[in-house]
């Protein structure tokens, strides 16, 4: 069912290269300038918020260009209604006591049913939405409470997403509505054929609230489903050539649905997700959406070393053993009272399905 590496990097790279603007952008062997020095999750250099969630930090102009990742808390979030939840994530400035979520793109609306009810919409011209924490984690369990679409070539998603790639995901592809998929990535990469895997759910996932859990921990990665372990990777079995190739780094919690079965995607991708959308289907034309709720994410943090009261979060400071050192940080995590913006856009098409969950559907092909 996968194919190796070697393929899929080519048709990565050129998927990025043609969403990647020439002016401003960073990598790692581009560092942003002193003038704007963050390079924001999608590869442009900026300040602000570009210092914030998704911050790159191999590619801006220090280690310490990137303010902080927040500090990881114990807490369920609840939604009852949206007022944690920050509408455009370009005008975070910080403040974790404000809000507890931004969106990165799209749309959301709050059903406040069944115990409150966050609804993350997707329309033929919003490419989808995306949420994500403004605290991160540094291993812990999170789980979230959610009902899945239910269409073709809509993919719910429920992942973590560190700022060098590591990342952890449930997600639920197209018209499955049985099923889940385990997958995870190395600093961008699948480090394996079998990072990625498929597990049965008890009952329908768009109908019926379900509890999806990623317990990360520095040695092994469980997945659950109500409560039950279905999958579980040991750090150990991931050492490829003398290095560990399993997630270290702190990362956001994000929750989305995404339009995989489109034209911009890769024939791959849409066959992973159940074909091309419907944008005919009785349940788009009535709502005026599709959709995917989420009733609760609860985080317990279990932090390798317990951070004292001056710590504000963490801060990549070296990556000398192949993975990147990571150590609390007491700087502050506010930006400066700046909100005008400097920099480019953030927003370009594609932008929320500009995870590494491209690359398990590439496989597919
Ligand atoms: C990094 O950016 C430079 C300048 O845009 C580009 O020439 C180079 O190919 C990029 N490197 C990678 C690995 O993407
Ligand atoms: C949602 O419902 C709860 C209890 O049912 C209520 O307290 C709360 O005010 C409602 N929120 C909104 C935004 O209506
Ligand atoms: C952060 O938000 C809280 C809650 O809204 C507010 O009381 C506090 O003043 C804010 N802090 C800063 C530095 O803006
Ligand atoms: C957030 O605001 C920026 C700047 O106004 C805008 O370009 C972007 O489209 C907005 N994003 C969302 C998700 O509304
Ligand atoms: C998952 O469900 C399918 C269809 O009912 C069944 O064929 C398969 O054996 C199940 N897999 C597991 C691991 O239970
Ligand atoms: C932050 O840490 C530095 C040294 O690491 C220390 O000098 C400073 O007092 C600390 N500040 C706070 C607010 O704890
Ligand atoms: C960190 O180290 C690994 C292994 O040596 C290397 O592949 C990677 O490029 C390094 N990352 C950075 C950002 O230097
Ligand atoms: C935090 O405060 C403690 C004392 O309470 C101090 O020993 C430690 O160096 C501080 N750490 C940082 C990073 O500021």
Known sequence: MHSTLAVLFPLLASFFVAEVRATGSCNATNLCSSTAPCCSEFGFCGDDSFCLGGCQPFASNTLSSCRPRPLCQDATYVFSDNSRILSNATFFDGNTTEYDWVVNNGNIMNTNSSGGELALLLTEGNGGTRISSTRYVHYGTITTRLKTGRWAGVVTAFITMSDVKDEID??????????????????????????????????DTFANYHDYTIDWQPDALTFSIDGNAVRTVKASDTVQNGIQKYPTTPAQIQLSIWPAGTSQYPPGTVQWAGGMINWLDPD???AGHFYALVQSVTVKCTDPSTPSANITGYAYVGNTTGNPTI????????????STLQGLSLRFPGAVALTSAMLLALSVL
């Not at 639920?172 to 990072?195: C, E, H, M, R, Y």
Request: charged content about 10%.
């Open 284 to 286: 788009y034309t009535s």
């Open 170 to 203: 449930w997600e639920f592809p197209g018209a499955a509505t049985t099923q889940g998929q385990s997958n995870f990535f190395w600093q961008g990469v699948i480090p394996d054929k079998t990072a990625g895997d498929t597990h049965n759910v008890s009952s």
């Open 327 to 338: 150590a609390f940080s007491n700087a502050s995590i506010l930006l400066n009272g700046a």
